[in-house]
């Protein structure tokens, strides 16, 4: 028995959806409040099972979470006990790996199983673990298993060889009550970095340059405890940005910030693509002729490899052939070869993908291989002829707060039934 996800295709969207907050800042934000030594709470949570695991670690470390309000939590770490993860619950996220910078940052030593996550290609987390050692901790590798201990963790310069979201924010928790100064440098300038550098500064921490190539944490000796509000969920709202330009009559994506999006929306308006801009929303409609575009995937502020996946249905339509070129993870293409079963034309070669359309997609039995795949084949759904029918669909409940909800409240036709 399992769940699917159905949708039948070629109901126009109208209306507004409410962006959650962001996942890859929440994800983060959860285990930096364990460096506290009193009550986080933190506003905008998303409903997605990825925190649900991240609960049942703080669980594991004796750490109290309670959901006050729909999107609010309270975590207190007041009485954490630093044990060994190696719950089944971090093997579900890549995330896991924030307990790494956190239990380090704050205990100086930290027993954790290898982190899952989506299967994107290789995902190595050696800067993360270059970045321990050079603050001076040891690592050992057994079992499974990540030891890492430090006698004292003391501040040092460290080039990350890669701007690593990850890495840039192990290593700012982990330096947090390291002695003296610590620098990243080739820091990653995702925004969620700047959110959860925030986050570490009302609690009193001394990070500055969040957002930049070069952050500097400066140790303190204690975290208190704070409030918090996550910033939007930039590929949620791109992920309905994308929607709404395959399939909107008119829909307005509010609780955004445009800015961090400036990479998709400019590439929409190429492909001919309506958007009408507010402060903290976009409206949009979509067009009876799109253009091709090529899309680049870089970080941030470049194209976001998490926006390509859902992207790709889109460019189907685009009268020509468009190019993806993937630089940050080279096989992040499993969706292409769901989208071709449903109609797409699509030509692989390492690390890219030429879509050549415009091709009528039609309703398939499909599968999301990981989160942003499952995105893909929703809007691809949207567009087809007939039924799109989505297995797997834990991994989009993973990353998107209440998807069909919000997609129902548009006016698609989308519902979930458990099958053999
Ligand atoms: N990399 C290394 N060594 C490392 C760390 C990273 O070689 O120690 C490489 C990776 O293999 C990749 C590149 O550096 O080629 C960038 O990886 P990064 O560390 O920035 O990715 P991440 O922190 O593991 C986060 C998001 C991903 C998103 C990437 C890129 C979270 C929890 N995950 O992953 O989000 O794709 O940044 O922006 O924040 C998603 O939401 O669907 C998702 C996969």
Redesign the pocket.
Known sequence: MHEVLKIEGKHLLKGTVKISGS???T??LIPAAILADSPVTIWGVPNIS?VGYLGELLEVLNVRFKQVADDQLVIDPTNIQNVTLDHAAVTK???S??FMGALLGRFKNVSIKMPG??Y???????????GFEALGATIEFKQGAYHINAEQLIGAKIY??????????NIMMASIHALGRTIIENA?K?P?IIDVANMLNKMGAQVRGAGTTVITIDGVDILHGCAHEIIPDR?EAGTFIIMAAAAAEEVTIENIIPQHLESLLSKLEEMGVSIDYSLDKVTIRRAEHLKPVDIK?L??PGF???LQ?PLTPLLTQAEGKSVISE????E?FKHCQELQRMGANIDLIPATAMINGPSKLYGDKVIAT???CGAALVIAGLIAEGITEIHDVYHIDR?YDNIDAKLKSLGANIWRETIE
Do not use: F, M, W
């Open positions: 996942k890859n800042a994800v983060a990825d996220l890549r995330a790996y924030y996550g989506c994107l290609g290789p995902r190595p987390i050696d800067l993360h673990l270059k990350l060889d890669i701007a690593s979201v990850g890495a840039t924010i990653a995702e969620e590929i995937t970080s941030y976001a490899t998490d996946q630089t940050i993870y080279v992040r990981d989160l942003r990353g």
